[in-house]
């Protein structure tokens, strides 16, 4: 069984930075994307941003210019470099993976991690 574990979450002020790592372990995981997404509090689960196995990456228009994701493909890891931090980001980010990155950003992938917390003060 795929188990995806998220890890950095935290409390910042608004302004600053966090990065969020998840690391995927489990029998035949290859060459799947891996991205990011959000639940705020009473608001639906948002998509943030995914990265194809081959480096391909997209955003969503709220986080562009302000978040990075990236992978080490040799250790099944994603990232997600969060800069410029705001109330708005406030919210648990999920880690999520599939084998397509129109999978993952549909909100549809197959694999979820249990979310890690992020908190933003002014």
């Known amino acids: 069984q795929v188990q995806l574990v998220e890890s950095g979450g935290g409390l910042v002020q608004a302004g600053g930075s966090l990065r969020l790592s998840c690391t995927a372990s489990?029998?035949?995981?290859?060459?799947?994307?891996m991205g990011w997404f959000r639940q705020a509090p009473g608001k639906e689960r948002e998509f943030v941003a995914v990265v194809t196995w081959h480096g391909i990456m997209t955003y969503a228009d709220s986080v562009k210019g302000r978040f990075t994701i990236s992978e080490v493909n040799a250790e099944n890891t994603v990232y997600l470099q969060m800069n410029s931090l705001n109330l708005e980001d406030t919210g648990v980010y999920f880690c999520?993976?599939?084998?397509?990155?129109?999978?993952?950003?549909?909100?549809?992938?197959?694999?979820w991690g249990q979310g890690t917390q992020v908190t933003v003060s002014s």
């Open positions: 489990g029998p035949g995981f290859s060459r799947y994307a």
């Open positions: 999520a993976s599939d084998l397509t990155a129109a999978t993952v950003q549909g909100g549809k992938a197959k694999y």
